[in-house]
């Protein structure tokens, strides 16, 4: 792994490092007990154009979307617990986000976040974006990153379209995969067969780069569904990762020992939460992290932390918890210790360790010692 392909997964990814610039929220937890969001992950809709076998969702509730009042009213209450950006993601695809009672789209959803002050980041599979975007929201969008799965369903590099939005700010992302022997994913929707992941995937993802060279960069991970990715990634898919490193642009998300969680007890929900349906289509809920889908392909109750009606009440209970307890909240009575009981799969392994070393209390004669 070279230091080149770290620093793009840590400046193209949700990681730890990342936490060290919030310094006013870092300072929150270690004085006052205090926990403030950061990023709110919200899962707009259920429905998408795609039916990947390596979904971590395919098992949810297709029908589900949040109305746009419940977004405006929750959005509200972030920005009054200091939340500074929002990720538009599923779930399904985002940009198909309708509320037809209300007559609101995605690009409705963008200019409210966005005239809130809220930046704004976007993860979606759609290769022509203004068959869904109007240039008129551009300016509130910080980035988007496509999943490029669209070119193992027949797409070409020349099918993208990108419109009028400014290309230096479009990342893409694609995912090694086995394919599935013509023997569709049992939680299929179309029961279409993927080939999976060859050296022409690759290839044709260089050509889509060539031919949008402002793009920012093309980030390879490997299957999340499978514990252990990151090192089957580099064992099993040798050439690739040797065609990747090759390329300009390209790099391989590193995982390291991440799929674990952190044994002491996890943080991420009180400053990354993530914001999705019902398991069976009911009230949205306040998730404690994206990563909770991968138990079960779905959502689960027993990592909600309330529904999205009481968000100021969820985050007063989490530091009343914090400040008692010495941990924020609870997964299957799990009282902030011993998560590998809980959690088969983590992303946030070392985002927690830097939220534990802060909120540490040391010795004051050793605290002042760098």
Known sequence: MSTENTKKTQQFSSWGDKLLQHTDVLYSIQEFKKFKPITVQLALCEMCDSDCPFCSVAGRPLKSYISYSHIKQMLMEFKHLGAKSVEITGGGNPLLYRDK?????????????????????????????????????????NWIRISLIKLDEGKEPEDYDFGSFPKERLGFSYIIYDGTGGVPDELSR?????????????????????????????????????????????????????????LEKFFIKEIFDNDSPWDDGCYV??????????????????????????????????????????????????????????????????????????????????????????????????????
Not at 201 to 209: F, K, P, T
């Open 101 to 141: 009672r209300e007559k609101k789209d995605i690009n409705d959803v963008i200019r409210l976040a966005g005239q809130m002050g809220f930046d704004i980041g976007i993860i979606t599979n759609t290769e022509k974006l203004e068959r869904h975007l109007i240039p008129d929201v551009y300016g509130f969008i």
């Open 190 to 246: 179309t029961k279409k067969p993927y080939a999976g992941t060859t050296l022409e995937s690759i290839e044709r993802m260089a050509r889509l780069v060539e031919l949008n060279p402002e793009c920012k960069f093309v980030r390879i991970a490997g299957n999340c569904l499978i514990k252990g990715n990151n090192k089957i990634v580099y064992d099993k898919w040798s050439a690739i990762v040797s065609k990747v490193d090759e």
């Open 269 to 370: 929900g009180a400053i990354r939460p993530y914001i999705a349906p019902h398991p069976e289509g009911g009230d949205y809920q306040v998730y404690t992290c994206t990563s909770h889908v991968l138990q079960k392909r779905n959502y689960d109750l027993d990592y909600s932390l309330g529904s999205i009606n009481d968000i100021t009440g969820i985050w007063n209970r989490m530091n009343d918890s914090y400040a008692q307890y010495g941990y924020p909240y609870e997964v299957k009575g799990n009282k902030g210790r011993d998560w590998c009981s809980n959690c088969n799969f983590c992303y946030y392994k070392y985002n927690n360790q830097v939220l534990h070393t802060v909120a540490q209390k040391m010795p004051d004669d050793d605290r002042n010692f760098a």
